[in-house]
């Protein structure tokens, strides 16, 4: 990967720490886990490959969609989560994702 911008850090940071708390939950399961991680993955994705092509536009705006709906889901169960996915869909929208 290309030397990260001051937001693509911050945000991979985030998704570490993310990472580090999903390892850290006992309370999750089976398809909270796999939510997180696929969101995890595809922020990861992005990341990697920053184009501006039609597709692209479609993933981010079915990320952004898809982080909404994780707020919804983890927001009673797991406050923690829905912390560092609101930094994350912050994060994101100050790159313009």
Avoid: K, W
């Avoid at 911008?5 to 909270?32: F, G, I, K, S, Y």
Wanted: net charge negative; aromatic share 4%.
């Amino acid at each position: 990967m290309s030397q990260l911008t001051p937001h693509q850090q911050e945000l991979q940071d985030m998704l570490l720490n993310l990472h580090a708390e999903l390892e850290n939950t006992e309370t999750v399961d089976v398809q909270q886990r796999e939510l997180l991680q696929h969101l995890m993955q595809d922020i990861r994705n992005l990341l990697d490959n920053e184009d501006e092509d039609e597709t692209a536009s479609q993933r981010y705006q079915s990320l952004g969609e898809r982080l909404t709906a994780s707020l919804e889901y983890f927001e009673a169960s797991h406050p923690v989560f829905t912390t560092t996915l609101t930094q994350v869909a912050d994060s994101l929208a100050r790159m313009g994702i």
